[in-house]
């Protein structure tokens, strides 16, 4: 194992992500590879089972008996820019599908892409498709897909037809799962960043069950780390608020910087939250706390559900939350009135 593949290892189980970095594939490369379906050269498929022989990934040690047979498949339609879990997510459905008996396809669509939708219902009705699992973070994005796979099968008997089971972030919980913890440290004053995408919570609007704390709205703030930085720049972004939510991890990890570069300390000026979890958010320098999801957990539940034996046909599952607290969090100092009053003694 070289000493990148030790790296990876050492922080996390080996994921399909991971693989495919290191052998500079795509991750649907070597999702086929590990589950011995066709599209690729032999020298591609032999140095993916190779490197995910070395990192110990789990689904490797029957692939290299599956080539040149079929199994029964889930089909996994992925459409979660900016939603860094969905590839932990990923990872855990296939590890469950692997133990029971199941290959995991997954296929990257873009829902507004009329050629991306025809192509991904070419692969659900491919032979063998044992279910249909929609991963995806945008609500639209996921009625988009949830309504293409019911197209496809619109001709198909019933009994013939595939479960199909829509996962996604479930976004109002995780901001409650951080506003409760942020209430329980003395924060009253939050800011919401919204991204371009997200319906934002009310400007001044509380939160059910958390008695005095008050949510404020940045909209269209983005997701990526440029949005975060931008908004770390802007000396008036948070009026009082005393804790900052971020989308993602790598708006965090924006703001974090943008922050510093005008002087303000984290967690004792303003605390932060990641209404996502990754390995990037443990290892920053300043640790996020993060709303992580319960992904084993989840993908237990999507490959039971869909392997039941149920008239159910389509139903929709959200990504549980939980709170990791790490450094970024701490509790509102005596007299502190927000961000931009402990910088300009306001």
Do not use: K
Request: net charge neutral; charged share 25%.
């Amino acid at each position: 194992m070289t000493a990148v593949e030790q790296e990876l290892a050492r922080h996390h189980p080996p994921t399909i992500y991971d693989i495919a970095r290191l052998a500079g594939v795509s991750h649907t490369t070597v999702s086929r590879a590990v589950n011995g379906q066709d599209g690729m050269t032999e020298a591609t498929r032999r140095r993916v089972l190779e490197i995910a022989g070395r990192m110990g990934y789990e689904p490797n040690a029957s692939a290299r008996t599956l080539a040149g047979r079929v199994r029964p498949q889930l089909v996994a339609l992925v459409a979660a820019e900016g939603w860094r879990e969905s590839g932990l997510l990923v990872d855990a459905v296939a590890r469950e599908a692997h133990r029971a008996g199941l290959a995991l396809t997954i296929v990257d669509v873009d829902p507004a892409d009329e050629r991306s939708r025809a192509s991904a219902a070419a692969r659900i009705g491919e032979p063998g498709t044992a279910g249909i699992v929609l991963i995806v973070a945008d609500p639209l994005a996921r009625e988009r897909l949830r309504s293409l796979a019911e197209t496809t099968h619109a001709e198909v008997p019933r009994a013939g037809r595939h479960r199909m089971l829509a996962l996604g972030p479930d976004s109002p919980a995780r901001v409650a799962v951080a506003v409760e913890h942020l209430a329980g440290l003395g924060h009253r004053r939050i800011a919401l960043a919204c991204p371009d995408t997200a319906r934002p919570a009310d400007a001044g609007s509380g939160i059910p069950g958390v008695r005095g704390v008050r949510l404020r709205s940045i909209e269209g703030a983005g997701a990526d780390a440029d949005a975060g930085f931008r908004l770390g720049q802007d000396a008036g972004a948070f009026a009082d608020c005393t804790a900052l939510l971020a989308p993602t991890v790598s708006f965090a990890l924006g703001a974090v910087r943008g922050l510093r570069m005008r002087g303000v300390r984290m967690p004792g000026d303003l605390s932060i939250v990641s209404l996502e979890d990754h390995a990037d958010a443990r290892h920053a320098a300043v640790p996020l706390t993060a709303v992580s999801s319960r992904t084993d957990e989840l993908a237990a539940t999507v490959v039971a559900r869909l392997l039941a034996a149920d008239d159910e046909l389509a139903s929709e599952v959200q990504a549980r939350a939980g709170l990791v607290a790490r450094q970024s969090t701490a509790p509102v100092h005596d007299g502190a009135r927000g961000e931009r009053s402990m910088l300009s003694g306001v």
